[in-house]
């Protein structure tokens, strides 16, 4: 079975690798990720709550983002002029990585950057991980599907066009539950195949208590301040965005008798 991870593994680094060097200049002229004194990735799929858990670690001296995604580093290098790989992840660990400490999250492509700098697998053991999953994968396809159809990924965002009660669509939610089953297993299969014991976090744990899991998040990854400040947090704090319409959509899926059988492996 471990061979059978390792190829997969493998195959999937290969094909977003590949990817990523079709867009941009991949090069690194160094490693930049050596001058850090500590690492960590929140280990996730989309609507578990990885940008809540982000920002209730900025009291704790920690910038989070999904910095290391493709579809952001692609934006970025194109952005400045067509700049290579390593020279976007030195600006941003200068300007981001404060006191050292450099944390990123997201799904499992983030990897790649990391793995073409020498970071992985060479130095994975100086590395944390935080898995978030969500238990009730169904509400968390309902959210990913409306999210998707709006763009408004977020409180803060402006939703580009409303979404009605009319347009539930079945084959869209089992298509992101789905989804979301087959992201926790890459993750699994990644903490396996490197023996990596991730601190394991459900949407809901963090839901009911944002501040006292962050708190045991910062002691997982031995932070301790000072704090970290962002402007738009500060001024919009995140707010639940799931309305009656996400209630209507669950209980007609489920009447469907669609809500899916297989064990959702991403959670303890």
């Not at 996730?44 to 910095?67: C, K, N, Y």
């Not at 031995?222 to 669950?250: H, S």
């Amino acid at each position: 079975m471990t061979h059978e991870i390792k190829q997969r593994y493998e195959r999937r680094l290969a094909r977003d690798t590949e990817f990523l060097k079709s867009r941009i200049d991949v090069a690194f002229t160094f490693n930049p990720f050596r001058s850090l004194t500590q690492r960590f990735i929140i280990s996730a799929s989309p609507r578990t709550g990885s940008t809540l858990l982000s920002e209730m670690l900025l009291p704790h001296g920690a910038m989070v983002t999904e910095a290391l995604l493709p579809i952001h580093v692609i934006r970025a290098c194109e952005e400045r002029g067509g700049i290579a790989l390593g020279t976007y992840c030195e600006q941003y660990l200068s300007r981001n990585a404060r006191r050292g400490i450099f944390g990123t999250k997201g799904w499992p492509p983030l990897l790649v950057p990391l793995h073409l700098a020498g970071e992985f697998p060479n130095y994975m053991s100086e590395w944390k991980f935080i898995h978030l999953t969500r238990v009730d994968i169904v509400k968390q396809a309902i959210s990913k599907v409306i999210a998707a159809e709006t763009l408004a990924w977020q409180s803060r965002d402006i939703a580009l066009r409303s979404v009605s009660h009319d347009e539930f669509d079945a084959a869209k939610i089992l298509k992101a539950v789905n989804a979301s089953i087959a992201e926790n297993q890459v993750w699994n299969e990644f903490f396996d195949l490197f023996a990596i014991q991730p601190m394991r976090l459900t949407y809901e744990e963090l839901a009911a208590d944002p501040p006292g899991v962050a708190a045991d998040v910062a002691n997982f990854l031995g932070l301790n301040g000072p704090p970290l400040k962002r402007k738009r947090v500060l001024e919009a704090p995140l707010q639940v965005q799931a309305t009656d319409l996400n209630t209507d959509w669950e209980r007609r899926f489920l009447k469907l008798g669609l809500s899916p059988l297989a064990e959702n492996t991403g959670g303890p």
